[in-house]
């Protein structure tokens, strides 16, 4: 069983449309978290949510927007997509904090035409 | 807020060799570092971690080494193999923080 699974895997549109990206874990994890690996594979932290709290935003642009219904959940709202949204996007959980492992799911891989 | 810097960005080594990636970071209260590996298209995954109480840490052929004082941690990969080709990172966290990242490592294993 996949523990940490995001969708879609590719995500391919066109420059102001809107789009979500999905993730769930199974692991029973209370912190969940949205990552951002641009070209150079450098990893961003995004956003960050415990028990469906936020608690880490990241100077992101309020285009994104986070929703967390439960916390096996954390899916990611993008409005009014720009070219350089273009990045692979990681979710991400752990039980606990910076202190803690945490299990990545593979990526959605958006690119913005 | 932590600075974590890795380095080199880019390894290759001959199969069998051993591979030695470094990380620095800024701040003290940082307790717990992990080393990830990334395959292609797949998300980064926990190979091995060390806790600040600790100054070494022994997996097979992967080892970390941890010097507080002068905020350094490193790993090491030994007899390295074609599958251990990939991009390695470091990060640096601590309870009540986030976790940072260093830049990441592509390391290739030549046959």
């Known amino acids: 069983d996949t523990a940490v699974s995001q969708t879609p895997k590719y995500l391919v549109t066109q420059m102001g449309n809107d789009k979500s990206i999905k993730c769930e874990q199974n692991?029973?994890?209370?912190?969940m978290y949205w990552y951002k690996q641009d070209s150079k594979k450098f990893l961003k932290i995004m956003f960050s949510?415990?028990?469906?709290?936020?608690?880490i935003n990241e100077t992101v642009p309020n285009r994104f927007s986070p929703k967390s219904p439960d916390k096996a959940h954390l899916n990611l709202h993008i409005n009014s997509l720009e070219l350089g949204d273009s990045a692979v996007y990681f979710c991400?959980?752990?039980?606990?904090?910076?202190?803690?492992?945490?299990?990545f799911g593979d990526g959605t891989r958006l690119s913005i035409l | 807020g932590e600075n974590v810097e890795q380095h080199p960005s880019t390894l290759s080594v001959q199969e069998g060799d051993s591979a030695v990636i470094k990380c620095t970071y800024s701040?003290?209260?940082?307790?717990?570092f992990p080393w990830y590996k990334q395959e292609l298209g797949k998300g980064p995954q926990l190979i091995i971690d060390?806790?600040?109480?600790?100054g070494e840490k022994k997996d097979q052929r992967i080892a970390v080494t941890l010097n507080k004082t002068a905020k350094h941690f490193s790993l090491h990969i030994t007899e390295t193999q074609p599958e251990d080709s990939a991009v390695y990172f470091c990060?640096?966290?601590?309870?009540?923080?986030?976790?940072?990242f260093g830049g990441g490592t592509r390391v290739l294993v030549k046959p």
């Open positions: 991400a959980s752990s039980q606990g904090d910076g202190g803690q492992p945490q299990h």
């Open positions: 692991l029973g994890h209370d912190t």
């Open positions: 949510y415990n028990n469906k709290e936020l608690i």
């Open positions: 701040d003290s209260a940082s307790n717990y």
């Open positions: 060390i806790r600040s109480n600790v």
């Open positions: 990060a640096a966290g601590a309870a009540g923080n986030k976790l940072t």
